[in-house]
T-cell receptor, first 112, second 114 residues
Framework: ELKVEQNPLFLSMQEGKNYTIYCNYS?????LYWYRQDPGKSLESLFV?????AVKQEGRLMASLDTKARLSTLHITAAVHDLSATYFC????????????FGEGTQLTVNP | DAGVIQSPRHEVTEMGQEVTLRCKPI?????LFWYRQTMMRGLELLIY????????DSGMPEDRFSAKMPNASFSTLKIQPSEPRDSAVYFC????????????FGQGTRLTVV
């Protein structure tokens, strides 16, 4: 059974702190996506990781992919309130490469 | 480009009625996806199209759900008859290519079946 597990599901942190969100998946995939969703809004693409060892950074967010460990991380550096949102990882865990399966999401709250 | 456009943004309907959700993908994108989001089940892929052809509809919950893509710029998701458990936010997304680029999501249709 395919599983995409994010950890933690809820994260409350102080501004200025660092933290990492983990995304584990149970079957092979050569790519991984991270999305952000604000309450009541749509999903916004953050990162597309296309190979083992891929690392991408945008502002205070950095994502990485380890396909051998079936693990992706989203690291938050010096969090600010504007980063409060729900973050999803997703992967095409099939040979077709088109059908995305999403994790449960990590609801991040950054407190002033 | 205006992005993926969905209509209506909100729909409230009575149980048993037919509901049609509409989506206009980003011009030039060859993949179109319909997702459903609920608190209990998270984000679920219902169906996706490639070049207007349905490729995988295994996520469609039951025969009450149907989706069409008559041309590259329009898709519909129909529920007939609707039931309260169909209440959810339905997202349409489109992408260029099979997966090297991210999919772009529409604003969603919040469906409430009473």
């Amino acid at each position: 059974e395919l599983k995409v597990e994010q950890n933690p599901l809820f994260l409350s942190m102080q501004e200025g702190k660092n933290y990492t969100i983990y995304c584990n998946y149970s079957t092979t995939s050569d790519r991984l996506y991270w999305y952000r969703q604000d309450p009541g809004k749509s999903l916004e693409s953050l990162f597309v990781l296309l190979s083992n060892g891929a690392v991408k950074q945008e502002g205070r967010l950095m994502a990485s992919l380890d396909t051998k460990a079936r693990l992706s991380t989203l690291h938050i550096t010096a969090a600010v309130h504007d980063l409060s949102a729900t973050y999803f990882c997703a992967g095409p865990f099939e040979t077709s490469g088109s059908r995305l399966t999403f994790g449960e999401g990590t609801q991040l709250t950054v407190n002033p | 480009d205006a992005g993926v456009i969905q209509s209506p943004r909100h729909e409230v309907t009575e149980m048993g009625q037919e509901v049609t959700l509409r989506c206009k993908p980003i011009s030039g994108h060859d993949y179109l996806f319909w997702y459903r989001q609920t608190m209990m089940r998270g984000l679920e892929l219902l169906i996706y199209f490639n070049n207007n052809v349905p490729i995988d509809d295994s996520g469609m919950p039951e025969d009450r759900f149907s989706a069409k893509m008559p041309n590259a710029s329009f898709s519909t998701l129909k529920i007939q008859p609707s039931e309260p458990r169909d209440s959810a936010v339905y997202f349409c997304a489109s992408s260029l290519g099979p997966g090297s680029r991210a999919a772009f999501f529409g604003q969603g249709t919040r469906l409430t079946v009473v």
